[in-house]
């Protein structure tokens, strides 16, 4: 496993230069039952195997799991985590371009994102378009939670 990584702040234009760049390994995060509670309130998925912890004990996974959408949402502050422009007006959270819940966070378990810079182009605006590919880890285990390809703007 990839050892933690200090956050990358570059300007606009070195952004340019960096595809292909590995971006390292986020914080370790742990993903509680509080979390996955009020993810199920904001989204209105009550499902037993993520909100009833007694039920969940006796299900497939022997204990209540996180949302895949859930877990995906961390996408977000793990970016953050690892990267940033320094002279933009404006970032975008562009989209994904494809994501596979590859295996259940089981509450309790903690998670992590390994990312890579795989593309940068530019765009209309004076804009970068930049292309993510994230990993993420569950602590102790080999398969990951997570695998997508994150797209986000920046715009100076």
Do not use: C
Request: hydrophobic letters at 45%.
């Amino acid at each position: 496993m990839t050892e933690t990584t200090a956050r990358t702040v570059v300007d606009f234009d070195a952004v340019k230069t960096m595809a292909g760049t590995e971006l390292g390994a986020t914080e370790w995060r742990e993903i509680t039952q509080d979390m996955v509670n009020t993810f199920a309130d904001a989204t209105d998925d009550h499902q037993w195997i993520h909100v009833d912890p007694e039920r969940a004990k006796d299900g497939p996974f022997g204990a209540p799991i996180a949302h895949g959408f859930l877990t995906l949402s961390l996408i977000i502050p793990f970016w953050g985590e690892l990267f940033d422009v320094s002279d933009v007006k404006t970032k975008v959270n562009y989209g994904l371009d494809k994501v596979r819940f590859t295996s259940p966070v089981k509450v309790g378990s903690r998670v992590r994102a390994v990312m890579k810079l795989a593309d940068v182009q530019e765009v209309k605006g004076d804009g970068l378009h930049l292309v993510v590919e994230a990993t993420f880890e569950i602590e102790g285990e080999e398969r990951p939670a997570v695998v997508a390809v994150f797209l986000a703007r920046f715009y100076r």
